[in-house]
């Protein structure tokens, strides 16, 4: 479809495909890293004592008690800290005012695919740098005439995470543009590079509530960087809508960071629960990449990685399957709780078994 | 500040400065057109509900049981129908999608001031036209070799209201570009243009649950329009954030659509309340413009709209002041409680016989 009423910039989008979100009750669903456990109960709580009458006002604008509880948690200053409707709209943000040079982005050729989408959506030249043969990110690869540089740590679909001293290495060699560090997963294994934001300015770190704190639903996501850079997503966000964040939005995601307990007893849960579905994939065959996020990324010598995600979907088991060169062998699996990996080796020793 | 890490773009956004929301519990509060009653008890209830586990997972990413909802309000297809994170992000992706065609984009000069923020934003040309003698819109002004039209009807912040007739003439003089319709405040007292829809395919109105719903806190905001232009807004929102809308947002605004006759008996209420207002404020010297919005433009022959808007402040009475040429001497104050009217009205009242 196209139209004449269209903006000339619409008719070359390619939007990104979010997985599937199936209404079914007994998927057993790996397939878009959510979290297998619910938010903190202060955090259910938190989002229904929201729900009175104050709807009827705007939320505070600059979500500034947010803001406050982010930089405390993380030893940094409100001024040094971004909010946004997920890390998407963050991310999204992030690319308008901070990587739109008219240079080349830089970013690995396999990464989070909606880093394309949003260089298509706002005009950004970008080149994707090619994934070692082990799917690896080799910093010394990000180099030229570029305007600036997008990491996601741990990468996905892979998992693997980079140290922190990479990050830092990369910072110091390109001091003149912006790095991005996308850390939605880097709870699950990686080292936060947020402790090099007071020696670099063109630091901006990315994280999101959704993944170890379990808040998909709730749409929550920040950047923390050197206050030049905030201000830029400031003006930004306050030229494309001045709240984006709602009500229960806000209340239940400084619940989220008020409960530290519950947040380290899941995310370690979760590590553990990957290293055990490591080894039993492994033990099934599976060529896995080694990850610090709540996925796998593992492929089976001899079987097809399409044919692989069908037969799973006809069980009931729903992972992610990216049907490009050099994935399309792979699964992406998402770490579910102890009874769904336990359903996934089920379903996946006996497709290995038949033919 | 500026910053050679900042996009070019960024250098130049004038970003839109909303009313403030003030911490103190004392305040009159009648500066940002909030509706002065709670939500309907059942949108309080669904949000509640949805503040359970389900928070885990990704919302729904097109929100298809509220655009069902929605559809079947207006008398819609659910592909005529988009949803967003409050009107303003609605109103965000038209302007990019829809109305960036390098001619100038037409909108009054006293209207919702985010109209050029978006613009700027964006990188459209626009043409602001006066509006006649008495602040109401002439749509025989609005002709030449444009890239479309923005209308907000009723206005702000005059409340005049344009007939659905000119509406009409406007679609049918402009057949080759859009005209948005922004009906933000049509419950109290505007007729709807999405009658026009299916005769006009270059009509987009846009709509907000914030005001005559009393849900500005949860940020719900929708389109309604031909499904080619539905087409192009879902593009740009799916390569800037594919899941703008949380759980806890798409359960209470479902839930505010089914409540019709608390709908019903809020609205007019307030319309009540308005008309009342209209004759104190009368009544105190006032020139009013007719208002069909839940807020009045007035000012006062003997007096100084801002003089007046800092005295209001200093005794706990907010309301709201644009100073600028052909609106500084006027006071936007949007309609209250029955009690907060009369507080109003008993502070100006004082504040007109000193001196």
């Known amino acids: 479809m196209t139209s004449s009423y269209w903006s000339p910039v619409v008719r070359d989008l390619a939007p990104y495909v979010p997985g599937e979100q199936p209404r079914g009750l007994d998927i057993v669903k790996l397939n878009t890293n959510e979290n297998p456990y619910p938010p903190s109960p202060r955090v259910l709580e938190a989002v229904r004592a929201a729900a009175d009458e104050r709807l009827r006002l705007y939320p505070p604008p600059e979500a500034d008690d947010l803001k406050a509880v982010i ?131 063109n630091l901006l770190v990315v994280q999101t509530l959704s993944k170890s704190r379990a808040l998909a639903g709730l749409r929550v996501g920040f950047a923390a960087g050197h206050r030049e850079l905030i201000e830029a997503l400031d003006r930004v966000k306050n030229s494309f809508n ?16 008020a409960d530290e307990g519950y947040f380290q007893t899941q995310r370690r849960r979760i590590i553990a629960s990957r290293e055990a579905l490591v080894a039993a994939l492994s033990g099934l065959g599976f060529e896995v990449l080694p990850s610090a996020a709540n996925f796998l990324f593992a492929r089976h010598p001899q079987r097809d990685g399409g044919t692989l995600f069908q037969a799973l979907r006809g069980q009931g088991v729903l992972v992610r399957h990216f049907d490009r060169l050099r994935t399309h062998q792979f699964l992406r699996i998402t770490v579910g709780t102890e009874a769904q990996n336990a359903r996934l080796l089920e379903v996946l020793e006996t497709l290995l078994t038949e033919a």
Chains 1, 2 share one sequence.
């Open 71 to 201: 930089a405390a948690h993380h030893g940094l200053e409100i001024d040094q800290v971004f909010v946004g409707n997920g890390s998407d709209e963050v991310l999204a943000h992030a690319f308008f005012a901070l990587l739109n040079h008219g240079r080349p982005l830089l970013f690995p050729d396999l990464t989070y695919s909606f880093y394309p989408v949003y260089c298509r959506l706002y005009g950004i030249p970008w080149r994707e740098v090619p994934l070692t043969a082990d799917y690896a990110i080799d910093i010394a690869d990000y180099r030229g005439d570029i305007g600036g540089i997008v990491i996601a740590n741990p990468n996905a679909p892979t998992g693997r995470a980079l140290p922190v001293s990479d990050i830092e290495a990369l910072l110091a060699s390109h001091p003149g543009v912006v790095v991005l560090v996308d850390e939605a997963y880097v709870d699950f294994g990686a080292d936060s590079a947020i402790g090099l934001i007071a020696r670099h300015p």
């Open 242 to 257: 001045s709240y984006p964040l709602d009500r229960p939005a806000i209340a239940g995601a400084i619940a989220a960071f």
